[in-house]
């Protein structure tokens, strides 16, 4: 198994999700992306691979970011 740390190049990999969070000026303060995780060559589920903030993000950014990753997951069916 090995993991990548979030570099760009995994951006680019199939069924790779990314979540930005901009505000009403299209100010970009963060950005995450979700690896699939497969089981049985199906994907089953998500793993955080990339975080970044911009320095002057608002408070919370990453928080922002993971709790709707997690509440879209979970109307997809894919958390509890």
């Not at 999700?17 to 299209?26: P, S, T």
């Not at 002057?56 to 509890?80: D, H, I, P, Q, Y």
Request: hydrophobic share 40%; proline share 1%.
């Amino acid at each position: 198994m090995g993991f990548t740390l979030g570099g760009l190049e995994e951006l680019t990999g199939g069924g790779v999700r990314c979540l930005l969070a901009v505000d009403g000026d299209r100010t970009v303060h963060g950005i995450t992306s979700w690896l699939p995780v497969y089981a049985d060559g199906e994907v089953v589920g998500y793993t955080l691979d990339f975080m970044r903030r911009h320095a002057n993000s608002f408070r919370g950014t990453m928080e922002f970011l993971v709790a709707s990753a997690a509440l879209e997951l979970k109307t997809e069916g894919r958390g509890s």
